[in-house]
């Protein structure tokens, strides 16, 4: 049998599989369809093979980013999560897919990285401190362009505020759409029947996020919690399919917590302690070479001569110690 | 619209009731419109013919530069001015004229996800056609586009426009489809419409919704505009019922006032 198709994926943080909604589209659905991935988690885009995150290389070495063509690629492979899906089911699944894009999709961008508290606090910080070193400096940053050009075209306004405005009619198209999904949903499990079709993973992709940070402006969170079946529909997905991600979040929360401080969990920081000491060291012997408190001449003389003496103090003062 | 707006505009709307000299304004019909533009204008003219309001089309050079979102196309009515589907329809609802008061929760909620589904599927899909397929724009889109204005200034707003269309594209996924793809995506579309609408008169039953005015307005554009290639318009010509609850609708609605 040929090599299993390799899948890279963004990190999961929040008791959630991954933190992108992309990518958490693309995870779902290869797991409602029990499609054998290759997973590759990674907070580092540069190193796959698309350039950015999800991608998916098959195993004739083609490289596919965008979800909808992951999940057509998947059921040409005969993981098909939509086998049991009448036409009419199937046409509805593409429009409330499509209802997502339109109304979901830019409050989504809005509140992860125009919100200014959200960005600061939760999105920049995420990403910086798990991308790797030379990388985290400006990879947010240009990640936050990004949307915010994508933010500007799906509207089709020349210029974008971040003001109240933009956020309530944002807000409130996501609130309606929420409301159209949960009315959709109504009591059932899922949204045909009783196993998870590409709707279920579409809607989980994008109602998980919100459902699951912990934003300092979660306007949009409330609103989720306040859809009962929604929200529940979400927790039964990470429940039933996701089981690791969530137990890891459970176990790790009580172990990070107690630590507390902001600053506490940044990864590898004996080294940047290290890295900022030397570099501090540096710039103070560079500054007094240069103010001439210190000559090259001078030094090279001292090299020669004290060494002695301290040692002979040093030792004095040992003794006398002793 | 902004929000204060719109609730001012909704507040005046019930107050006063649709007046006789409501106008539409659109591009120029025959030398400057093009496909996209067209087709949201029909589907608006299509939504006030089924709510009964009359609306007079009114065509200028230079209407997407008059309408308050740069979209095409919009109303006058009274001292308001609205533009797009989905607010006039917000406003027609304020004035007590309304397709959807008789569906429950789960209805309208379907019918709300299939008008984004046109949106994103047909809308953008005349967009690529027009703009990124380069036999297209050079033959048709950019020559039609920018036809009003003198030379300098065609080209010049219409490349500026082409670029950011392009740009919206590369935004939305859409940059590095072919256009055999993009037809499979209008293909994929019209089956889901044409499944859903099955044998029924209209989407929901036999009362035409805002809905039925959207795919239609976009349907028959589609089906009577000569563009390169009429490749976009045999993918309908394959489903039969869109067919003819396209011709059911221009007869039921267009057919008195066109003869």
């Given at each position: 049998m040929a090599a299993p198709d390799e899948l890279f994926c963004w990190e999961g943080d929040w008791g959630l599989p991954s933190v992108s909604t992309d990518c958490l589209v693309v995870l779902a659905y290869a797991q409602f369809a029990g499609a054998p991935l290759k997973l590759h988690k990674m907070s580092n885009p540069w190193r796959s093979p698309g350039g950015s995150l999800p991608a998916l290389r098959t195993n004739q070495k083609d490289t596919l980013t965008r979800p909808s063509d992951i999940i057509i690629h998947l059921r040409k492979q005969k993981y098909n999560a939509d086998y049991d899906l009448s036409a009419k089911e199937g046409a509805d699944s593409l429009a409330f897919i499509s209802l997502m894009e339109e109304k979901l999709a830019p409050a989504l961008i809005y509140t992860f990285w125009v919100e200014p508290k959200n960005y600061v606090e939760v999105t920049r910080r995420w990403y910086a401190e798990h991308m790797p070193f030379p990388l985290n400096f400006f990879l947010p940053g240009r990640m936050q362009r990004q949307q915010l050009e994508k933010l500007r075209l799906?509207?089709?306004?020349?210029?974008?505020?971040?003001?109240?405005?933009?956020?309530?009619?944002?807000?409130?198209?996501?609130?309606?759409?929420?409301?159209?999904?949960?009315?959709r949903l109504g009591s059932s499990k899922f949204f045909f029947g009783d196993s998870p079709s590409s709707l279920d993973?579409?809607?989980?992709?994008?109602?998980?996020?919100?459902?699951?940070?912990?934003?300092?402006?979660?306007?949009?969170?409330?609103?989720?919690?306040?859809?009962?079946?929604?929200?529940?529909?979400?927790?039964?997905?990470?429940?039933?399919?996701?089981?690791?991600?969530?137990?890891?979040?459970?176990?790790?929360?009580?172990?990070?917590?107690?630590?507390?401080?902001?600053?506490?969990?940044?990864?590898?920081?004996?080294?940047?302690?290290?890295?900022?000491?030397?570099?501090?060291?540096?710039?103070?012997?560079?500054?007094?070479?240069?103010?001439?408190?210190?000559?090259?001449?001078?030094?090279q003389q001292e090299a020669l001569e004290e060494p002695p003496d301290l040692r002979t103090i040093g030792s004095h003062e040992e003794d006398g110690d002793d | 619209m902004s929000l204060a707006a719109e609730a001012f505009v909704s507040q005046m709307a019930a107050a006063e009731p649709w007046p006789e000299n409501a106008s539409l304004y659109q591009p120029l019909k025959e030398d400057q419109i093009l496909l996209s533009d067209c087709a949201t204008s029909l589907a608006v003219q299509a939504y006030l013919r089924m709510c009964g309001l009359p609306v007079q089309v009114v065509c200028r050079a230079?209407?997407?530069?008059?309408?308050?979102?740069?979209?095409?196309?919009?109303?006058?009515?009274?001292?308001?001015?609205?533009?797009?589907?989905?607010?006039?329809?917000?406003?027609?609802?304020?004035?007590?004229?309304?397709?959807?008061?008789?569906?429950?929760?789960?209805?309208?909620?379907?019918?709300?996800?299939?008008?984004?589904?046109?949106?994103?599927?047909?809308?953008?899909?005349?967009?690529?056609?027009?703009?990124?397929?380069?036999?297209?724009?050079?033959?048709?889109?950019?020559?039609?586009?920018?036809?009003?204005?003198?030379?300098?200034?065609?080209?010049?707003?219409?490349?500026?426009?082409?670029?950011?269309?392009?740009?919206?594209?590369?935004?939305v996924g859409w940059g590095g489809k072919n256009l055999e793809q993009v037809y499979e995506d209008v293909s994929q579309c019209c089956q889901a419409l044409s499944q859903r609408l099955?044998?029924?008169?209209?989407?929901?039953?036999?009362?035409?919704?805002?809905?039925?005015?959207?795919?239609?307005?976009?349907?028959?554009?589609?089906?009577?505009?000569?563009?390169?290639?009429?490749?976009?318009?045999?993918?309908?010509?394959?489903?039969?019922?869109?067919?003819?609850?396209?011709?059911?609708?221009?007869?039921?609605?267009?057919?008195?006032?066109?003869?």
């Open positions: 799906l509207r089709g306004d020349e210029l974008l505020e971040s003001g109240d405005e933009l956020e309530k009619e944002l807000y409130r198209d996501a609130a309606e759409c929420l409301n159209l999904l949960s009315q993973a579409y809607v989980f992709g994008h109602l998980a996020p919100i459902l699951k940070s912990k934003l300092p402006n979660g306007k949009l969170q409330q609103h989720l919690k306040s859809l009962e079946n929604l929200s529940s529909f979400c927790t039964n997905i990470l429940l039933l399919y996701f089981p690791r991600d969530d137990r890891e979040s459970s176990s790790q929360q009580p172990a990070s917590q107690p630590e507390g401080g902001d600053f506490d969990h940044v990864p590898n920081k004996r080294r940047k302690q290290f890295l900022s000491a030397l570099a501090a060291l540096g710039a103070m012997l560079s500054y007094a070479l240069l103010t001439g408190m210190v000559s090259i001449q001078h030094v | 230079n209407a997407e530069y008059m309408s308050p979102s740069g979209k095409i196309p919009f109303i006058h009515v009274g001292n308001q001015v609205v533009s797009e589907l989905g607010p006039i329809v917000q406003f027609t609802k304020a004035k007590g004229h309304s397709l959807s008061d008789g569906l429950d929760d789960v209805q309208r909620a379907e019918m709300k996800a299939y008008m984004e589904l046109v949106n994103n599927m047909l809308l953008t899909a005349e967009l690529y056609i027009q703009w990124c397929d380069e036999a297209t724009a050079a033959e048709i889109s950019r020559p039609r586009y920018s036809s009003p204005y003198p030379w300098p200034l065609s080209n010049i707003l219409a490349y500026q426009k082409q670029w950011e269309v392009r740009r919206k594209m590369n935004a099955g044998t029924q008169p209209f989407f929901f039953n036999k009362q035409p919704t805002e809905l039925d005015a959207l795919v239609f307005g976009h349907l028959f554009t589609i089906l009577t505009t000569r563009l390169t290639s009429s490749e976009l318009a045999e993918r309908i010509k394959s489903y039969s019922n869109l067919l003819s609850f396209c011709r059911r609708i221009e007869q039921t609605y267009f057919e008195d006032k066109s003869s």
